[in-house]
C-alpha cells in the first residue's frame, strides 16, 4: 500500500496559467519587467506572455478588457474602474516633474490657450494634466514618437512629450513651454500619476493576489541587480545613451513604484478628482486597489 509520502510525490502539479503582461515599449516599463520577461523569478504555476504597445493603444485595448494585466494612463482608469483594479505598485509618477509642453519658440503672453496643441491621446494622463493646466487648447492626436515631427512642421502650436522625450526635446531645437509635473507640485504639493498597472477583476482572487506579488517582485530585482536590468533596458530607450537611460529610469522607478504608498494614492484620488471638478471626467471616480 503506498504511503502518504509516496502519494504526495505522484500528485500532478496545477496546470499553468497564461496572463497576457501588455506595457509600453520604452525603457522604464522594461526595466520593471525585466525579471518576469527573462525569468529571474520562479512564477509559480502564471506564465506571462508579454506584448508591448503605446500607452493610448493599451488605454483604448482596457475598454474592452483585452489584456488581462495591462499598463494603463491613470486619466483612463476614469473609464475602467469597472473592469480593472490597480495594482499597488509598478507606478510611475512624476514627483516635480512630467510631461513636458514643447514650442519651436515661445508663445507669447497668451501662453497655451487657444493654441493647437499635439498630445499622445486623449485618455493619456498627460493631456489631462495639459487640460488642468489650460483648459482651452485644441488637441491634435498625435502618436507620441511624432510628436517632435507635429510641431517642426508647424503642424501644432506646441506638443506635450512623454517617454524619453522629456529628456530629448532640446536636441530637436524646442524650447520648454511649461513642465506639467512641475505645474501639478506647485498647485497640489503631489506627485504628478502617470501610469499604472492594472489587473482583470474577472481573475480569481488567488491569481490577482499572485500577480501583484510577482509584478512588485519583479520590481524589486530590478532594483537590486541595476546593472544588468539597465542593460536590457537600453533596448527600448529609442536612441538614449546609457546614462540617459539611468537618469530617466531613475526619474520613474522608484519607492513610489515599488508601493504607492498613502501619498500615491493620494496623488491618484487627488487626480482624477480634479478632472471631475473641472468638467474633464464624466463621473467622479473610487480608485480601488488591490489588497
Known amino acids: 500500500m503506498p504511503t502518504t509520502s509516496s502519494r504526495k510525490a505522484k500528485r500532478t502539479p496545477a496546470p499553468a496559467q497564461e496572463l497576457k503582461l501588455a506595457h509600453s515599449p520604452d525603457s522604464d516599463d522594461a526595466f520593471m519587467f525585466y525579471a518576469l520577461a527573462t525569468k529571474k523569478i520562479r512564477t509559480g504555476n502564471l506564465k ?21 494585466i495591462t499598463a494603463i494612463s491613470f486619466h483612463a482608469y476614469a473609464y475602467l474602474g469597472d473592469r480593472y483594479l490597480l495594482l499597488p505598485c509598478g507606478g510611475s509618477f512624476g514627483e516635480g516633474y512630467g510631461p513636458v509642453v514643447v514650442a519651436r519658440s515661445g508663445l507669447g503672453s497668451e501662453g497655451l490657450k487657444g493654441k493647437r496643441v499635439a498630445i499622445p491621446g486623449k485618455m493619456t494622463s498627460a493631456y489631462l494634466a495639459l487640460r488642468l493646466y489650460e483648459p482651452e487648447v485644441q488637441p491634435v492626436e498625435t502618436p507620441f514618437d511624432q510628436i517632435f515631427d507635429c510641431v517642426l512642421k508647424g503642424e501644432a502650436d506646441a506638443g506635450v512629450v512623454i517617454h524619453e522625450g522629456q529628456l530629448t526635446y532640446v536636441g530637436h531645437g524646442l524650447t520648454k513651454v511649461v513642465d506639467l509635473g512641475e505645474e501639478w507640485l506647485r498647485q ?104
Open 188 to 291: 497640489t504639493g503631489l506627485p504628478l500619476p502617470l501610469g499604472g498597472n492594472a489587473i482583470l477583476k474577472s481573475l480569481d482572487s488567488r491569481t490577482i493576489e499572485q500577480a501583484a506579488k510577482l509584478l512588485r517582485e519583479s520590481i524589486l530585482y530590478a532594483l537590486d541587480h541595476r546593472e544588468e536590468a539597465l542593460a536590457y533596458a537600453q533596448q527600448f530607450a529609442r536612441g538614449l545613451e546609457p546614462s540617459s537611460v539611468d537618469r530617466f529610469v531613475s526619474l520613474y522607478v522608484n519607492q513610489l513604484t515599488v508601493d504607492y504608498g498613502d501619498v500615491g494614492r493620494q496623488a491618484s484620488q487627488t487626480l482624477l478628482d480634479r478632472g471631475f471638478d473641472k468638467g474633464l471626467i464624466p463621473r467622479r471616480v473610487n480608485v480601488k486597489f488591490v489588497q
Open 48 to 68: 506571462f506572455t508579454h506584448v508591448l504597445e503605446d500607452i493610448e493603444s493599451l488605454n483604448q485595448k482596457a475598454l474592452k478588457g483585452i489584456y488581462d
